[in-house]
């Protein structure tokens, strides 16, 4: 249990860097747009002539500075698309397009309790009775301040239905919105009574969170040594972005009103003051008490380190000890990326990670003693501390004062290090045993013997798919198969070699029929084709050739003659079967007949005329085509629709009557990307006969696309139902095109 708990909370701290990637060049556009657009720095440097106000660089420099405010007022939303992608298994755009849906539908949910509450007012404005910056905008809508907790909230729900739902198989009444598409919809439905629920939960929550805060800045210089401690102790179990991401981006971290605004957090406080630093005297070191630290230990401290092991070395191992360790200093001086070194002396040394751990703690607690505000983006590297430090000016950062006590840090690192490597004979990099490599370790060492030994235990515990295994044989095995998609029906598959395909052990996997075009083989499978694309994916991306290539030709072989024979006999029977009715006379008549009208005005004709393999063969259903002269399409009858495909070229629909139909205009146009389709309906309304589902621009269709012809076809015909074509020729939209005969069984 403590293991899998252990396992999501790495997975959720790896989820968060996503969105904490973007931080630094927002920073670095917020930092480099206000440093060069404050009226003072301007007048103290004469720089009015080249960034002036009017001047091109300062136009150019204003809209940096707008960017990255842009960014991080929008952080939440940010996280949620972020952590939804991190924490997702699989279909990771659909994951992240779940999460931008759930994150505005909770909001929405909220700012409609608020009005309903009375909270907001009917002309937008805030009750008085309400607390201040208790509300705010998202993305503008008017809801409950949640900051960064909201964006997890939903990243993490979104991504547990994303993994629980993505191959979700419906009835086939409903097959279309299964697998990837059912997503969006129980986010959707999921989100909006959790936002609901937050309007409830979230004020006592929020209490909570300035209470959690409270044990960090209500017990002063202790607390942020305690902070510091925590931080760099969970470093090598990857759970550090769990700990302090609340304390940089929500009121854990402490609030303050800056330029009229309630601002949460001890980053986004910084880079508030940042914004309007003409009017601060000084930034505020209780704010950025949970990072100006980093600069100390990251700058001076960790090198001293790295000279230590340096000096340790074994003379004949010193220059490659030298090479490493340079450039790992100068990565973590550069841009505070220390686990090049820091896991190095965990691996081999764990003592000298403790003393790494008590004495990065300390200097945050120094950096807050000493009112030092230099703010940061990522990590302590040496370029925030120039844009956030040495630019801003002395007088608002203290800088200054991370020079000296930087020095004292460089020698405490250096001669407790050189002691305890000396001392204990740790085996740091240039004192490794003659038979084994120098090297810097990462955490991939640090994971690397647990994940030898998983791999056997996965592997031993790995189900076959037998769907997709044969699928990726029919198509000659993966090494044949160089991309996968779908449409509304049909898997679609780019081979390498077509001669490679077999289609007998393709239609043995259940699809009713295979269509051959140079090299992209189409699979019919019907609507439930996305859950059977997610499976081939995952299959796809999880075994290696030699786990089936070795008997592929022989199982194919097989499997194709084992299906030749049954289709063979089939054919057989049939033929047998329109015989003997044939020489007995035998001419039943329908118990019930429903007429299905056409979609359109044109020419109708038999299905077997489709210029689609696919259609004329009848693998997706049996009906009728219409090829169209007037660019509308109406409901065939009284019905509901039951999915409009993304490309917007094919509909599914369902008669009031109960027959199950597809009305796919033109032949290929999914290609067209929804070009020349304009829908007027959408999936779940119930339309009356003759009312347009769609209007059509037939010029563009038939120069771009092979043909308009339009396959109206009935997917679901039960075995005692037959197609009888009532109009072969000219008709118009509404007369009827055929008719669905059932039968006695």
Aim: charged letters at 20%; a negative charge; glycine letters at 10%.
């Amino acid at each position: 249990m403590k293991d899998k708990i252990f396992g999501v909370l790495q997975r959720v701290g790896r989820s968060f860097m996503l969105p904490i990637a973007i931080l630094p060049v927002a920073g670095l556009l917020l930092g480099l747009g206000s440093s060069f657009t404050n009226t003072t720095t301007i007048e103290t440097y004469g720089l009015q002539w080249l960034l002036g106000d009017k001047t091109i660089l300062h136009a150019l420099l204003v809209i940096m500075n707008a960017v990255g405010s842009a960014i991080f007022d929008n952080l939440p939303l940010i996280f949620a698309v972020g952590v939804a992608i991190g924490m997702a298994k699989k279909e990771k755009e659909v994951s992240a397009l779940s999460a931008v849906i759930a994150y505005f539908v909770m909001n929405v949910s909220i700012n409609a309790m608020l009005k309903i509450s009375g909270k907001i007012l009917a002309d937008g404005s805030i009750a008085k009775d309400v607390l201040d910056g208790t509300i705010t905008s998202v993305c503008g809508i008017q809801s409950l301040q949640m900051g960064v907790f909201g964006g997890i909230i939903v990243g993490l729900g979104v991504a547990a239905l994303h993994n629980r739902f993505y191959k979700i198989e419906l009835p086939n009444a409903l097959s279309f919105f299964g697998g990837t598409r059912f997503v969006p919809i129980i986010s959707t439905v999921v989100y909006l009574f959790v936002g609901i629920l937050m309007y409830f939960i979230w004020p006592t929550v929020q209490n909570g969170i300035y209470a959690l805060g409270g044990v960090v800045t209500g017990t002063g210089y202790f607390g942020t040594l305690l902070f510091g401690i925590i931080k760099r102790a969970l470093i090598p179990f990857g759970l550090h972005h769990v700990f302090y991401m609340p304390f940089w981006q929500t009121a854990v971290g402490g609030t303050m009103e800056v330029a009229g605004h309630m601002v949460e957090g001890g980053q986004n406080i910084f880079f508030a003051q940042l914004a309007d630093s003409a009017n601060i005297a000084h930034f505020s070191a209780d704010a950025t008490r949970y990072f100006s630290g980093e600069f100390i230990f990251m700058i001076f401290g960790l090198p001293g380190a790295a000279l230590a092991m340096y000096k340790c070395a074994k003379p004949e191992k010193k220059k490659q000890a030298g090479s490493l360790l340079l450039s790992a200093t100068l990565a973590c001086m550069f841009t505070g990326i220390t686990e090049p070194l820091e896991f190095s002396f965990l691996f081999v040394a764990p003592a000298l990670f403790a003393v790494q751990v008590v004495l990065a703690g300390s200097a945050y607690m120094i950096a807050h003693i000493l009112n030092i505000a230099v703010g940061l983006t990522f990590s302590g590297g040496l370029l925030d501390f120039f844009l956030f430090g040495i630019l801003q000016g002395n007088e608002k950062t203290s800088w200054l004062l991370v020079i000296p006590v930087g020095i004292v840090y460089f020698l405490l690192y250096y001669f407790i290090f050189s002691f305890l490597i000396k001392k204990f004979d740790f085996k740091t990099p240039g004192r490794e045993d003659d038979d084994t490599e120098t090297k810097l370790y990462t955490k991939a060492d640090v994971n690397a013997r647990k994940a030898a030994k998983d791999t056997k235990a996965f592997d031993d515990k790995a189900t076959v798919d037998e769907l997709s295994q044969t699928i990726s044989r029919g198509l000659g095995g993966k090494a044949n198969i160089s991309d996968v998609d779908c449409c509304a029906t049909r898997l679609r598959i780019t081979v390498i070699d077509p001669d490679k395909v077999n289609d007998a052990l393709l239609k043995s996997t259940g699809a009713s029929g295979v269509v051959h075009k140079g090299q992209g083989v189409q699979i019919i499978y019907g609507p439930r084709v996305t859950v059977i694309k997610s499976d081939l994916e995952d299959y796809l991306a999880s075994v290696t050739e030699e786990h089936f290539e070795d008997d592929a030709v022989e199982n194919n072989t097989a499997g194709a003659d084992e299906a030749k024979n049954e289709n063979a006999a089939s054919d057989k029977a049939q033929e047998s079967d329109v015989k003997a009715e044939k020489e007995a006379g035998d001419v039943k008549e329908p118990t019930s007949t429903v007429i299905i009208s056409s979609p359109m005005t044109g020419i109708a004709a038999d299905l077997s005329t489709a210029p689609d393999e696919a259609f004329a063969s009848k693998m997706m259903g049996d009906g009728a085509v219409v090829t169209p002269e007037e660019g509308v399409v109406v409901a065939p009858e009284d019905g509901t629709v039951l999915f409009v495909f993304d490309t917007k070229h094919a509909l599914g629909f369902t008669t009031d009557s109960g027959i199950g139909m597809i009305i796919h205009v033109g032949i290929d146009t999914v290609k067209l990307e929804g070009k020349g389709f304009d829908v007027q309906v959408e999936a779940g309304c119930h339309v009356n006969k003759g009312d347009v589902l769609m209007k059509l621009d037939l010029d563009y269709l038939k120069a771009n696309a092979p043909s308009v012809t339009t396959p109206v076809i009935c997917t679901e015909l039960k075995d005692n139902q037959k197609i009888r074509l009532i109009t072969d020729g000219p008709i118009k939209a509404g007369e009827p095109l055929y008719a669905v005969d059932t039968y006695e069984k």
